[in-house]
Structures are given as structure tokens and as C-alpha cells.
């Protein structure tokens, strides 16, 4: 591998390069079903998900939860020059990407390298660090997906950043995004995404909800129309989440960030990235979620992973659940694909998963995951009754009154006067049980 690719020195040693060696392998360091050049309803497997590792959880992650510390330590932390301990970090980063195959990566700009209180100085090293990742881009083709900005660790975002009460803590937000635009525009990102990570509030007793809402709109407008005007031509991407830390966000879920969008005229440029985990934190199954952004023509990218029903939090553990994935890559085939985004890896190794090899295996589970479940869907959508059932199911609008009622052509009078004529409905299944192990027959 090239020097500019490992830096002085290999972190991942005695990991080779991961490749797809089919059902069959007992290899856990192959892929077993994630080709990316088999074609599955007209597209590679690669061009369908556009896999991306997430820098936070893989190189920032140490293991700490709310009741514990850090329990990874790894050799590329050690340094203390917040820029050269940043370097080795993203020498271990493109190692590991191109060792695994996968095509892209996304960042937050404090992942990247380290921030202070110096909005210049911090500036100075994001540049210093996007000039790394040019030239390891160059060298790896590895590209982009998206980056963002973190406005929810620091502690002046404990009241939000663009739905701060403070406007001089906006103006902080502010800057980081535009440092942040400028990165992501620069490394040739092909999307951008706020994340409202404190976006919303923990009383109302001391909130103007209304106000806080149109801050968050005027400050979306002005982040898209600098990015614009600095040649960004990618989608910009809001991001659902209920609660957590807030008690209330206002990005709650997919139609909430939807009527926000049309509230607010955003919808010609912002798309949904939609997480599992978030999804599940809603109340909603992640298919739900997906259905509601497609059905919109929002359906931009996803953010894999998933919780623990056990335990009423974030926990961001790697996909492994070929049923729930295969629902959602039924979706996903039915409406066509994703717009601009891909599927981002945002989970992280679980604390005790101590070893090198642990990074690989958790990413290569959950590319062999999606890449299963989106076969098993395509042959479902294909080969079974099921587009037949669902369709059948509505065909009483399709032709007669059904259809003159979807044209807006009936009255509640007309409406009433076909209930009298016609007398009491036949009883119709859903078929529910049929169609759930239609799903478990296929896999």
C-alpha cells in the first residue's frame, strides 16, 4: 500500500485486503455476500449502497458509555499536537477504508481534528487536515459522502445552535458550518447534513418554540444559499431524531422534518437522512420512516444501525437483523433507489469489543446484511405475488367511483348515496400472516 495511504506505520497489521469470497466462506474477514459488482435490479451492489464508515464512531469511538470511560485505546491517539495526532488518525482511517473495500466515509468537523475556542485557529486545522485528505483521497479513490458540522458537544450548544436563545451562540454555529461547507465542497462531498443534535428544548416553560423554528429555517436558507453560491451542487440533508438529548427535538421524525421543509420552502434543496436508531426512538419502524420520506420524494440517504429493545437509548450497534433489513430494502427498491445518499455505517463496536479485527468484522457483517436482504428483496419484488396483493388490496379506486373520489370528483352526498345503493362491504383480508412469511420463505 501506497505511503501516503499508511503514513509511517500500519495499524491494522496482519489484515489483508477484504474480498468477497461468497455464501460458502468461513472466512470472517470476507465478505459473504456483498459483491459489489453483481447486478441486482439494474444497478451493482456497490452503486445501490454506496457504503460509507462513519469517522466518528470508528476513529473517535473509545468505548465510554454514561456509566463508564474510555476502553479502546488506540495507537493513533497518542499524540499530543492536536494537528499530527489528526493525521495519524486519518492515516489509521484510510487504512482501514481501503482495506475494507468500502467506497466512501463521512465525517463531523471535530471528528476530523480536534477544536478549541479559537474560531481561526480551528479553521487553520480543519484546512490543514481537508489538504490530508485530498491527497489520501487521491491516492485510495475513496470519496466523500457527506460531512457536517458537530453543533451539539460543545457546552455553549447546551441551548441548541440555530435555535439558540443566544444570538452569539448562533453566530458560533454559524461559523462551523461554513467551515464545514468549505471542507465538504473543497474534498468534493456529494452531500451535506444538519444534524439538530440539540435543536430543540428541555422545558417550555422557557422556550419560544415559534421563534426557536424560524431561527433553525433562516439559518438552513443562509448555510444552502452560501454553499450554492460557493459551487456546492450536492443535496443537503436534514436528519430526524425524536429526543435525546433534548427532551423535545424539533426534527422529531420524518414528517415532522417534512412539514418543517414545506413550511419553511427547503424542499427544493434539503432531502431526509434517515437513521434506524432514531427511527425506533420516534415510535416508528425504520420502514415507516423510509415509506413516509419516499413517498415525498425525500428519500436521500440512511444512516445503518440499530438499538437494543432492552434498553431505551441510542446504543448505534451494527445491522444484523436480515428480516427488519429485507422490509427495508423493499422500500428502498420500490421507490427507486436513494437520492444522492448512500448507506452510512453510523454504529460503533460495543465496549468490550477490544481488538483491531472487531472494526472489521462489525462493517463487514453489516455490508453482508444489506447486501443479503437487498437480494432477497429483489426476488420477493420479482417473483412473488406480493406487488399483486398490495395492489389488489386498493383496486376498488382504480376504475368507477373509487377512481372519480381520487380525481376529486365526488361529494360527501355522492359519497353517502353509494353507501345506501350498494349496501354493507364484503370482508377483505390484508393477508398480513401470508405476507410476513413470504418474507421468511424468500430468505
Known amino acids: 500500500m501506497a505511503s501516503i495511504l499508511t503514513g509511517d506505520r500500519e495499524y491494522f497489521k496482519g489484515i489483508d485486503q477484504i474480498k468477497y469470497e461468497g455464501p460458502e466462506s468461513d472466512n470472517p474477514l470476507a465478505y459473504r455476500w456483498y459483491d459489489e459488482n453483481l447486478v441486482v435490479a439494474g444497478k451493482t451492489l456497490k452503486d445501490h449502497f454506496k457504503f460509507a ?60 481534528v480536534d477544536y478549541g475556542n479559537d474560531i481561526n485557529e480551528n479553521d487553520r486545522r480543519l ?113 430526524p431524531k425524536p429526543c435525546e438529548p433534548t427532551k423535545h427535538q424539533y426534527d422529531y421524525d420524518a414528517a415532522t422534518c417534512l412539514a418543517f421543509l414545506q413550511k419553511y420552502d427547503l424542499m427544493n434543496d434539503f432531502k431526509l437522512n434517515l437513521e434506524v436508531n432514531h427511527a425506533t426512538l420516534a415510535g416508528h419502524t425504520f420502514q415507516h420512516e423510509m415509506q413516509v420520506a419516499a413517498d415525498a420524494g425525500l428519500l436521500g440517504s440512511l444512516d445503518a444501525n440499530r438499538g437494543d429493545i432492552q434498553n431505551g437509548w441510542d446504543t448505534d450497534q451494527f445491522p444484523n437483523d436480515i428480516t427488519e433489513v429485507t422490509e427495508y430494502m423493499m422500500v428502498l427498491l420500490r421507490a427507486g433507489g436513494l437520492q444522492g445518499g448512500g448507506i452510512n455505517f453510523d454504529a460503533k463496536i460495543r465496549r468490550n469489543s477490544t481488538d483491531m479485527a472487531d472494526l472489521f468484522y462489525a462493517h463487514i457483517g453489516g455490508a453482508d446484511v444489506f447486501a443479503r436482504s437487498l437480494i432477497i428483496a429483489d426476488k420477493i419484488l420479482q417473483k412473488s405475488d406480493y406487488t399483486k396483493i398490495v395492489t389488489d388490496r386498493y383496486s376498488s379506486f382504480d376504475g368507477g367511483k373509487g377512481k372519480e373520489f381520487e380525481e376529486g370528483k365526488l361529494t360527501l352526498e355522492d359519497l353517502r348515496a353509494y353507501a345506501v345503493e350498494n349496501g354493507e362491504p364484503a370482508t377483505i383480508s390484508g393477508k398480513q400472516e401470508y405476507l410476513e412469511n413470504l418474507i421468511n420463505r424468500y430468505i
Request: some cysteine; glycine content about 10%; overall charge negative.
Open 53 to 112: 464508515v462513519s469517522y466518528w464512531h470508528s476513529f473517535n469511538g473509545n468505548g465510554a458509555d454514561p456509566f463508564g470511560g474510555a476502553t479502546h485505546n488506540f495507537a493513533w491517539d497518542e499524540k499530543a499536537d492536536a494537528v499530527e495526532r489528526a493525521k495519524d488518525k486519518m492515516d489509521a482511517a484510510f487504512e482501514f477504508f481501503t482495506k475494507l473495500g468500502l467506497p466512501y466515509y463521512c465525517f463531523h468537523d471535530v471528528d476530523v
Open 127 to 239: 484546512q490543514t487536515l481537508v489538504d490530508y485528505a485530498k491527497e489520501k483521497q487521491a491516492a485510495s479513490g475513496i470519496k466523500l459522502l457527506w460531512g457536517t458540522a458537530n453543533l451539539f458537544s460543545h457546552k455553549r450548544y447546551m441551548n441548541g445552535a440555530a435555535t439558540n436563545p443566544d444570538f452569539h451562540v448562533l453566530t458560533h454555529g454559524a461559523a462551523q458550518v461554513k467551515a464545514a461547507l468549505d471542507a465538504t465542497i473543497a474534498l468534493g462531498g456529494e452531500n451535506y447534513v444538519f444534524w439538530g443534535g440539540r435543536e430543540g428544548y428541555m422545558s417550555l416553560l422557557n422556550t419560544n418554540m415559534k421563534r426557536e423554528q424560524e431561527h433553525l429555517a433562516k439559518f438552513l436558507h443562509a448555510s444552502k444559499d452560501y454553499a450554492r453560491k460557493n459551487g456546492f451542487t450536492g443535496n443537503f440533508f436534514l436528519e
